[in-house]
């Protein structure tokens, strides 16, 4: 069974840094593509950062380049997002999603249930 688990989320002040991660099981980790989404309080979901299976590609949102760094560790089944210069409207939950293959496709086959990131003083 393919499971997501993401973590790190919580309340930092604007400016602040924090690094989701997300733990991955039940498929071969380092063979699929992965990406973040959010969905900010009350409005639809906002595709945020991809990695492919690799990790020598990726790919950002123009809201959080230069702020937001995706990595993974394939030998530890593990996804990440180090996010820097928090600002209040990255407050979301946010999702770690698999692609159904190497690289982006058009779309997501699992996610995970999410982990809150709120940015305010």
């Known amino acids: 069974e393919v499971q997501l688990v993401e973590s790190g989320g919580g309340l930092v002040q604007p400016g602040g840094s924090l690094r989701l991660s997300c733990a991955a099981s039940?498929?071969?980790?380092?063979?699929?593509?992965m990406s973040w989404v959010r969905q900010a309080p009350g409005k639809g979901l906002e595709w945020v950062s991809y990695?492919?299976?690799?990790?020598?590609?990726?790919m950002y949102a123009d809201s959080v380049k230069g702020r937001f760094t995706i990595s993974r560790d394939n030998a530890k089944n593990t996804l990440y997002l180090q996010m820097n210069s928090l600002k209040p409207e990255d407050t979301a939950v946010y999702y770690c999603?698999?692609?159904?293959?190497?690289?982006?496709?058009?779309?997501?086959?699992?996610w995970g249930k999410g982990t809150l990131v709120t940015v305010s003083s």
């Open positions: 999603a698999k692609y159904p293959g190497t690289s982006r496709g058009s779309y997501m086959d699992y």
């Open positions: 039940g498929f071969t980790f380092s063979s699929y593509a």
């Open positions: 990695i492919n299976s690799g990790g020598s590609s990726t």
